[in-house]
């Protein structure tokens, strides 16, 4: 009886210390690293903020953009992406076009074992995401 009593201890203790998964939160602004198989061009900053409403909205490298999207799960989808209309560097356009039309294609979205946050295309690789600090 006294075993059984200090291994039902031990194990309620050890669930205690169980952390989490990680969640997709709203209202935090998620910094991207990399559209697809490709990483960002550097000192450019890309970003998502998925608002309490149900719109999202962010930093596109160049512009600012905004869309709306459903949540449900791990399923996630965004409306057609707006933006604001300032030109930059063909290149840094050229990422902003990628990264807007890849919005455009996510459909689930999940962390990878190191707890960044992908969001997967139906086929291809993902965007990925850091959490960014305030």
Sequence with gaps: MNRTLT???L???LAGCATSAP???T????QVEWIGERPLIDNSHLTITLGDD???YGNAGCNHWFAGYTLQGDKLSFSAAGSTRKMCAPALMEQEARFLESLSTVQR????PTEQLRLWP???KPLRLWPESN
């Design 7 to 9: 291994i039902s201890l």
């Design 11 to 13: 194990a309620a203790s």
């Design 23 to 25: 969640q997709l939160e």
């Design 27 to 30: 209202e935090q602004t998620y």
């Design 54 to 56: 149900g719109r999202a």
């Design 109 to 112: 979205w999940d962390f990878s």
């Design 122 to 124: 139906a086929q291809g």
